[in-house]
């Protein structure tokens, strides 16, 4: 019983990886077409392999460091609020 559930935390601990790597690589993807200086692929590693550490890390640099990359394009800044 014990054993099934934490096979159960296992997986779900995983599709949250998996789905939060995937994210992050369709969102530094679009960044970087706007002109932003980043690798989507290691970010998307970076956040599958160290969750808890790489997504807050590359939600806090989207939010102040890489909106400023992208120039004077008001409309396209907007859509990473």
Same mark, same amino acid.
């Given at each position: 019983? $014990? /054993?099934? $559930?934490?096979?159960?935390? +296992? $997986? =779900?601990? !995983?599709? $949250?990886? %998996?789905?939060? =790597? #995937?994210? &992050?690589? +369709?969102?530094? *993807? @679009?960044? *970087? +077409?706007?002109? &932003?200086?980043?690798?989507?692929? !290691?970010?998307?590693? &970076? %956040?599958?392999?160290? #969750?808890? %550490?790489?997504?807050? /890390?590359?939600?806090?640099? @989207? @939010?102040?460091? #890489?909106? *400023? +990359?992208?120039?004077?394009?008001?409309? &396209? =800044? *907007?859509?990473?609020?």
């Amino acid at each position: 019983m $014990i /054993a099934s $559930i934490l096979t159960l935390l +296992q $997986i =779900a601990g !995983l599709f $949250i990886s %998996v789905f939060g =790597a #995937w994210w &992050v690589w +369709q969102d530094a *993807k @679009r960044l *970087k +077409q706007h002109g &932003v200086i980043l690798t989507p692929g !290691l970010w998307a590693t &970076v %956040v599958f392999l160290l #969750w808890c %550490v790489g997504l807050p /890390a590359y939600l806090l640099l @989207r @939010r102040f460091s #890489w909106k *400023k +990359q992208m120039g004077p394009t008001p409309d &396209v =800044a *907007k859509e990473f609020e």
